[in-house]
């Protein structure tokens, strides 16, 4: 298995990030702000004693993933909203990622929401170690079809390592001609998406969130300075433009020059090509000698 120190830090985290996400969830309604909720989550993960892996994501209806209020944000949920909230949390680098769906006062998404969490539910029951990853993909696409629904093929699960969130591995939400397998030890996130649009996503938008890449390329000496304490704050975990209010002046400017600069990267929102709304459910597992423990 894993070193029980490890085990045990993921384990930590986990249930950090599973209590914080039911929480923003059970806070989240018409006439609360998305800036409320986010911080509020965030919030209870440090208080709690873990740390941010990545910052909340609030992405609502059409959004599939990556976006976050910026600090003087003014937006609301309103009624029927259909609103992924997506948490990660880590102790001492090891990370929990954790997503669910929640419809704004009203129920005309319940069947989307429970494909997304069905499918979900159905991978966690049955993997092991040996399992391919094409037939977890297999798997969601078969689950999410057959409730009417489309997965969403261009975004997938993956590998988490320490203070790494995407690992490398990759785990499709859509059959898939890979010969990987899952192995013992492995710690992957699952995260099925089903929509009612397109059923792929396309880049669109500033989602307020970023990672830092390197030092700028030009010698700039208050873009140097800025990288510098990204770096130290943030290592190479993503980041809130809320995050930076107290070291960048005139904040998203600041972000933005330093992306043209190539110093950090800024994560655009994903929405459904065809303007669908999305439903996602997360967990992070570990895959154990017969099965797989789910630490979310
Ligand atoms: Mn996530
Ligand atoms: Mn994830």
């Known amino acids: 298995m894993m070193d029980e120190e490890i085990y045990r830090k993921y384990v930590r985290a986990g249930r950090i990030a599973a209590d914080a996400r039911n929480y923003g969830i059970k806070h989240i309604?018409?006439?609360?702000?998305?800036?409320?909720?986010?911080?509020?989550?965030?919030?209870?993960?440090?208080?709690?004693?873990?740390?941010?892996?990545?910052?909340?994501?609030?992405?609502?209806?059409?959004?599939?993933?990556?976006?976050?209020?910026?600090?003087?944000?003014?937006?609301?949920?309103?009624?029927?909203?259909?609103?992924?909230?997506?948490?990660?949390?880590?102790?001492?680098?090891?990370?929990?990622?954790?997503?669910?769906?929640?419809e704004v006062e009203s129920e005309n998404y319940s069947a989307l929401i429970d494909a997304s969490r069905e499918a979900l539910m159905k991978v966690v029951d049955i993997v092991k170690p040996g399992m391919g990853l094409g037939e977890i993909g297999r798997i969601v696409s078969d689950t999410i079809e057959s409730k009417g629904f489309k997965p969403i093929e261009n975004l997938s699960g993956h590998s988490l390592q320490r203070y790494i969130l995407h690992a490398g591995l990759s785990i499709p939400n859509v059959p898939d001609s890979t010969h990987e397998v899952l192995r013992k030890g492995q710690v992957v996130a699952i995260e099925p998406f089903a929509s009612t649009g397109a059923g792929h996503v396309v880049s669109r938008g500033v989602s307020n969130i970023y990672r830092y890449v390197r030092m700028p390329l030009f010698r700039?000496?208050?873009?140097?300075?800025?990288?510098?304490?990204?770096?130290?704050?943030?290592?190479?975990?993503?980041?809130?433009?809320?995050?930076?209010?107290?070291?960048?002046?005139?904040?998203?400017?600041?972000?933005?020059?330093?992306?043209?600069?190539?110093?950090?990267?800024?994560?655009?929102?994903?929405?459904?090509?065809?303007?669908?709304?999305?439903?996602?459910?997360?967990?992070?597992?570990?895959?154990?000698?017969?099965?797989?423990?789910?630490?979310?």
């Open 29 to 102: 309604g018409a006439g609360v702000s998305y800036l409320e909720i986010a911080e509020m989550v965030e919030k209870r993960i440090k208080d709690a004693g873990a740390e941010l892996a990545f910052p909340v994501n609030l992405s609502v209806n059409e959004v599939a993933a990556h976006f976050t209020p910026a600090h003087n944000d003014k937006l609301f949920f309103k009624k029927g909203d259909v609103v992924k909230l997506d948490v990660g949390a880590h102790v001492d680098g090891y990370i929990a990622d954790t997503a669910a769906t929640v």
């Open 220 to 296: 700039d000496v208050k873009t140097r300075v800025m990288a510098k304490k990204i770096k130290m704050r943030f290592n190479t975990l993503p980041f809130a433009e809320r995050w930076c209010t107290s070291f960048i002046p005139d904040t998203k400017n600041g972000l933005r020059r330093m992306v043209v600069a190539g110093s950090i990267y800024g994560y655009p929102q994903l929405i459904d090509g065809a303007k669908g709304i999305v439903s996602q459910h997360e967990h992070t597992i570990i895959v154990t000698e017969d099965g797989c423990e789910v630490t979310t």
